[in-house]
């Protein structure tokens, strides 16, 4: 059973807490077995197992390659609305350093991020929405493969989601390890970050490191502009803005070869904002500061610019409902409406572009440290105490935002 630090209210919450334990089973399994984006081919068997047992009305495969859709019918449907909910499934290409009993069974991959407990949660909002369906409508519960950086979130729109399950708002959620368990966060505008990827491909002149008046030195050009461009946020980026750029890794000649200026480098990284207008601006601001230092120091260099993610916006109207559904389970004391957006970045955005919607972050700090480990970190582990409460809230969600209609 969940302990009793944290608390909760409503009749979903008691009522899934009474499978806590089958909830964590499920959840340590598919930590157990990590799969990364498009290969979740366990995930989606165990998915479509526990769906079928939860006794939901509609189960699809292969929506996105790997993703899995349900739907859960209420007990009235004269409304003829849909509440979307999704869970991302997918794991990380990072070798586990735990040592519990479902450590990764897999080499170099492990949830990492948590998407095992959101999985599990959905689960678990599945079972109790198919047990009660105090609703008028339906629920379609998105079980969403490759959100790591596969934009596996595009690929199930593209594949005809929201085509086949017009669904009039939907919702995610996502752990949050620096929050206290118990507590949740959301804002009526940007949760998370647009992420672009930038490639900086700089042509010298090599040859021998003694000479270097022969030549025309890349790894001098890559130092003066990986310099240089920490200054377009400092100076082309409004205070009241938000922007990132980090070069993050840098390839450039041969490590055995101490006294050779190579003729070209390479650098890349990683781009963050809010404000496409603040994106158009940087993009623009890179490709003149690479140019202009390349040029001056008689190099060329050439920036390619790729948009991954966009920025996830959360809904105002969606953002303040789960906020109200969120404050009736866990108390006005413990939920942030006003929390501060994260420069990461998330492919619900996608979903968000389509329809609208809110993403929330779950606390799951426990005040024995347990689930405080910062994501995408070889020893991050999901904390279980938090099932029930994930479960709940989403089944929240549907309950308020389908109520049922008072017969006479």
Known sequence: MIPARIKAHGRAF?????????????????????????????????????????????????????????????????????????????????????????????????????HDGHTAMLIGAARYLSETRRFNGSAVLIFQPGEEGFAGAKAMIEDGLFDRFPVQSVFAMHNWPSMQSGCVGVNPGPMMAAAD???????????????????????????????AVQSIVSRNVRAVDSAVISLCAMRAGDLGAFSAIPGTATLVGTVRTFNPEVQTMVERRL????????????????????????????????????ADVAEQLVGVENVDRAMDPSMGAEDFSFMLQTKPGAYLRLGQRSENGIGSCALHNSRYDFNDEVLPLGSALHAG???HGLPLIELA
């Not at 979740?40 to 939860?54: D, F, I, M, N, Q």
């Not at 230092?293 to 109207?317: C, D, F, K, Q, W």
């Open 197 to 227: 990827r930038i490639t900086i491909e700089i042509t010298g002149r090599g040859g021998h490191g003694a000479h270097p008046y022969n030549t025309v030195d890349p790894v001098l050009v890559a130092a003066h502009i990986i310099t």
């Open 14 to 114: 008691a009522h899934i807490a009474a499978f806590h334990p089958e909830l964590i089973a499920l959840r340590r399994d598919l930590h157990a077995h990590p799969e990364i984006g498009f290969e979740e081919h366990y995930t989606a068997g165990r998915v479509v197992e526990a769906l079928k047992v939860c006794g939901v009305d509609e189960v699809h495969t292969g929506i996105g390659r790997t993703g899995v859709v349900a739907v859960i019918h209420g007990r009235q449907r004269q409304s003829g609305h849909m509440v979307g909910l999704r869970a991302d499934m997918d794991a990380l290409p990072i070798i586990e350093h735990n040592e519990v009993t479902w450590k990764s069974a897999k080499q170099g991959m492990m949830h990492a991020c948590g």
């Open 287 to 322: 490709n003149e500061v690479c140019s202009g230092v390349a040029l001056g120091m008689g190099a060329t260099a050439h920036l390619t610019y790729e948009r991954i993610y966009p920025a996830t916006l959360n809904s105002p109207l969606e953002a303040g409902f789960a």
């Open 397 to 399: 969600l549907v309950e």
